[in-house]
């Protein structure tokens, strides 16, 4: 598939451009034991990057795409069917696990933990740096997608162990998050012919605030890890196999779901690596604050999931690569 960036090494180019991604990832394992990075350092690494430098990644990314009328059905189209495969996806697992011997109690917590991907951490940067710009933007899309699952159905499942609801002007103030905010943005002045207008220090400042995405977020998920402490985690045997089962079997789902559809690659390519993506990072806090139940058993699963992405983007590309 020439769309993606495999370099003078063909395909085993992917394992290669993803070693710097594990790099980045052991500085932020190595800087956490080492206590250059604390877990209330860490903490705010993570909200500088949710809310400065991925916005500023979407942005740039969406509006500097010359977007036309097929690839805006593209973008609302890759939306709906993230929405869809996290609906379904979430509930799959939930049944597995289940019969695998999880209680009931923590139904919604897996249900929902499981559905979401962490596309906007670690998706984005991968889609560009492999698909390009229109990757990206398609991997936008599918980063808004997941908002919209997480505010307006995954919070609803959450709260029905807790007998709260949100209102909808509650909602819509979660969906008027930076992220989702840039992604509007980037689309009006992308449509409306606007990017060139905008001062080029003004676009230089916002391309370098968005390429700290890739570093500071690959940093963050390490030192993550060492602060959880994951040889810890491997004695946890259900959330080892289900996190497990869940990135095996989501981005196996979905190669055989888009194989046969006629759409481009690079869509093709983007709806797997999205659900080869970890469990979102955002998610533990979720279930604490709206599911009061779970949420270190969610922690778990997504630091689980977050390793095994290690392996499981790389293969995933490779497979793109050789059947799109």
Not at 174 to 180: A, E, S, T
Request: positive net charge; charged residues 10%.
């Amino acid at each position: 598939m020439d769309t993606i960036k495999l370099g003078k090494g063909g395909r085993c180019a992917i394992f290669g451009q993803f070693f710097v991604l594990f790099v980045m990832v052991g500085v932020g394992y190595f800087a956490n034991h080492k206590k250059m990075v604390t877990s209330a350092v860490n903490t705010g690494l993570g909200s500088l990057v949710m809310k400065l430098t991925c916005p500023a990644l979407l942005f740039v990314t969406i509006s500097q795409n010359e977007i036309d009328s097929s690839s805006l059905t593209a973008f609302f189209l890759i939306v709906l069917a993230q929405y869809v495969a996290s609906v379904i996806g979430g509930k799959i697992l939930c049944v597995y696990c289940r019969k695998r011997g999880w209680e009931e109690k923590y139904m919604a917590m897996l249900e929902v933990t499981t559905a979401t991907s962490n596309n906007g951490f670690i998706g984005l940067p991968v889609a560009l740096m492999f698909l390009g710009e229109f990757g990206g933007l398609c991997m936008s899309a599918g980063f808004f997608g997941i908002h919209l699952y997480l505010w307006t159905y995954a919070v609803r499942v959450l709260q029905g162990n807790t007998g709260e609801k949100m209102t909808v002007k509650e909602i819509m103030q979660k969906l008027m998050n930076p992220n989702c905010v840039m992604v509007f943005a980037g689309l009006v002045f992308s449509l409306m012919g606007w990017t060139p207008l905008l001062p080029a220090f003004v676009m230089d400042a916002m391309s370098m605030l968005g390429n700290m995405s890739t570093p500071l977020s690959l940093i963050y998920i390490g030192a993550m890890a060492g602060n959880e402490g994951i040889l810890q985690l491997i004695h946890k045997r259900k959330a080892v196999e289900t996190a497990l089962v869940r990135m095996i079997f989501f981005p196996l789902v979905t190669i055989g779901l888009v194989y046969f559809l006629p759409i481009d690659a690079v869509v093709k390519t983007v709806c797997v690596v999205s659900m080869a993506c970890p469990c979102a990072a955002i998610m533990p806090m979720v279930v604490e604050q709206y599911g009061k139940l779970g949420a270190e058993e969610s922690s778990d699963i997504t630091l689980l999931t977050t390793v095994f992405a290690m392996g499981a983007l790389p293969l995933s590309l490779w497979l793109c690569a050789f059947l799109f």
